[in-house]
């Protein structure tokens, strides 16, 4: 029952910056821990970050770790990955989840609601 809307996407160069949004209908959201994967063509969709219920515990993937931030406002509502230093390699399909768990995050299997995903591209 949890609606999921990405936004954010779009052209960058490598080297900058963008920051992802992930919008949640429902105020149950507040209950769900949130994730972020991507899925380039022709490749499986893979973990990029996630972050606990209560926006205590974050994880990443070591491919965007201390370029990529994940966080959520106060209310829950939103939740957001910054992404600089960006490299063609990040050039797919980025999505935002949800899901009750509170074990491994990382696994796409764990996350009951996905967005639509937003296109982001990386030129050289």
């Known amino acids: 029952q949890v609606q999921l809307v990405e936004s954010g996407g779009g052209l960058v160069q490598a080297g900058g910056s963008l920051r992802l949004s992930c919008a949640a209908s429902?105020?149950?959201?507040?209950?769900?821990?949130a994730g972020w994967f991507r899925q380039a063509p022709g490749k499986e969709r893979e973990f990029v970050a996630a972050?606990?219920?209560?926006?205590?515990?974050?994880y990443y993937a070591d491919s965007v770790k201390g370029r990529f931030t994940i966080s959520r406002d106060g209310a829950k509502i939103w939740v957001y990955l910054q992404m600089n230093s960006l490299k063609p390699e990040d050039t797919a399909v980025y999505y935002c989840?949800?899901?009750?768990?509170?074990?491994?995050?990382?696994?796409?299997?764990?996350?009951?609601?996905w967005g639509q995903g937003t296109q982001v591209t990386v030129s050289s």
């Open positions: 972050i606990s219920r209560g926006g205590g515990l974050t």
């Open positions: 429902e105020r149950t959201f507040s209950n769900y821990a």
């Open positions: 989840a949800a899901g009750r768990g509170y074990n491994d995050l990382p696994l796409a299997g764990k996350y009951d609601y």
